[in-house]
């Protein structure tokens, strides 16, 4: 089997790679292409990749390159973590609705749907060239935000793509471990589409076990931490995604990322700049003096430990002078941590390499998937692409129906998000500037068409190097 990852210079690439190797014997793996337009952060990123090949798979070939067609030529998968524009440009997407009184975030809202306004181009481009070099092959994406890019591939009529998030897959994990219980031994009836998503039912030994787990508090917290109120919860009848607080706390969320200055994009640009300057030193100095895994263990650690923590943290103060000492604070704390080269892969690769190992036929998959709904989702519409439990096997994803009614709240909301996301999909393969204009009016989280055109007039000046609305 041959592997190709295209945005290989990005920080998830390590993790990939690792579990690539956890399962190459199973895999036959014999090749990763590994390519980035970024050539000097894809040399300092080759430091762990050609690190952990030598200690792990010594017998696989690792090409690097920058040439997307040599990357995608004679291969059978294709893993797509890509970030048009850079860490800059999300700092960008953050910042800049922010200053309206919008959420500034990544994959919801206004930020999200600037990345999927630059990133959506650059992927189709990418899926014809994979679709001329190596026409059987998969397309897997992680890149953000799945669930719009993904739709927008589907729409363009490439059929083998599935998007990954590993949200809803950590949400069972905690559930699970706060009930003390294997999340193999239960089934989470979870439906939605990327970041938008709720748990029905929680099957335990043919038993619907959810109004016992509604009533646990430690089960309804994410990362130790409470995203969205227990009691809220409680009320909905049904447990969200961590994703839902920025539906459900609005208001609260805005002002906490106002008043702090800071938003997450500017840790993670602070955190891959210590990071990128360790892995630069360690190439200008004798490979003994410290390993290129090492450093890249401690920058995961510094990065999970700041996970969601502006949103739920009211405690942040002034930025640059606090953003300088969280950076410092969590770096040093994140120094030591445990070790271990051979544990199963988890996150977005151990999701990863469950769709691999089930689409190649070598074990079969039962996991949250981004997918065409098809019937699976009675209020959406059969093309739309949902996250929802799929089992897969070599004949491709094949949803599992969610039974009985979608709750009328849940509905609402994930109709008019839906609706949103088919509109974002057509301006962003269109680059039209009307249809991201009524994209933008329609987002539950934009209060009205004139707040819409002044984040969306931002937006295209900000990026006028990766926009061209017409």
Same mark, same amino acid.
């Given at each position: ?19 690539? &190797? ?13 390519? =980035?337009?970024?050539?000097?952060r894809?040399?300092?990123m ?11 798979? @010594? ?9 997307? *067609?040599?990357?995608?030529r004679?291969? =059978?998968?294709?893993?797509f ?11 960008? =997407? $953050?910042?800049?609705p ?14 999200? &749907? ?12 990418? #899926? ?18 799945? *669930? ?8 363009e ?33 979870? &439906?939605?589409?990327?970041h938008? %998503? ?15 787990? #509604?009533?646990?508090?430690r ?39 106002? %008043? ?23 190439? =200008? ?36 002078? $606090? ?26 690769? %151990? ?22 709904? *098809? ?20 004949? %491709? ?38 249809l ?10 934009? @209060? ?23």
């Open positions: 089997m041959k592997i190709a990852i295209i945005g290989a210079a990005g920080v998830r690439t390590p993790q990939l790679v690792k579990a690539l &190797f956890h399962y190459k014997d199973e895999l036959q793996l014999t090749a990763i292409h590994l390519m =980035d337009i970024d050539e000097q894809l040399q300092n080759g430091l762990i990749v050609k690190e952990l090949g030598a200690k792990l798979a @010594p017998s696989v070939r690792l090409l690097f390159t920058g040439d997307a *067609g040599t990357a995608l004679g291969i =059978d998968y294709a893993f973590s890509i970030r048009v524009g850079s860490i800059n440009s999300r700092v960008l =997407d $953050e910042q800049t922010l200053k309206h009184g919008v959420l500034g975030q990544e994959t919801t809202g206004p930020g999200g &749907f600037a990345m999927a306004l630059r990133t959506v181009p650059v992927m189709k481009k990418y #899926l014809e060239i994979l679709s001329a070099e190596s026409p059987q092959a998969w397309a897997i994406n992680l890149t953000n935000p799945a *669930g719009l890019i993904t739709q927008a591939l589907a729409e009529g490439f059929k083998q793509v599935i998007g990954i998030c590993d949200s809803p897959t950590e949400l069972f994990k905690d559930i699970a471990a706060a009930l003390e219980k294997n999340p193999d031994d239960l089934w989470f009836d979870y &439906f939605g589409i990327n938008l %998503g709720w748990i029905k039912r929680i099957l335990y030994k043919g038993k619907d076990i959810l109004p016992e787990v #509604l009533q646990n508090d089960a309804l917290l994410r990362h130790d931490r409470e995203m969205i109120p227990p009691d809220f919860i409680r009320s909905l009848g049904v447990i969200p995604n961590e994703y839902l607080m920025f539906y459900y706390r609005t208001r609260d969320i805005v002002e906490s990322l106002q %008043g702090a200055g800071i938003t997450r994009a500017m840790v993670i640009d602070e955190l891959n700049k210590l990071l990128f300057a360790a892995l630069q030193e360690l190439a =200008d100095t004798p490979p003994d003096r410290k390993e290129a895994y090492q450093i890249y263990q401690h920058y995961s650690r510094a990065r999970d430990k700041t996970y969601m923590q502006l949103e739920t943290d009211k405690t942040m103060g002034a930025a640059e002078k $606090e953003l300088e000492i969280l950076i410092e604070r969590v770096w040093e704390e994140s120094k030591e941590g445990p070790v271990n080269s051979n544990e199963e892969p988890a996150g977005y690769s %151990g999701i990863a390499l469950q769709v691999l190992r089930a689409l190649s036929g070598t074990k079969t998959a039962i996991t949250t998937v981004n997918t065409v709904n *098809g019937s699976a989702i009675s209020c959406l519409e059969p093309a739309d692409i949902v996250e929802i439990q799929c089992f897969i096997d070599q004949n %491709g994803v094949h949803p599992y129906q969610v039974e009985g009614p979608i709750p009328e709240h849940c509905r609402g909301l994930l109709q008019a998000v839906k609706a949103y996301e088919r509109l974002a999909t057509k301006a962003a393969l269109t680059q039209s500037y009307d991201a204009l009524q994209a933008l009016a329609t987002h539950p989280l934009v @209060p009205d068409a004139l707040v819409a055109k002044e984040v969306l007039d931002d937006l295209c000046l900000v990026h006028k190097d990766f926009l061209a609305l017409h």
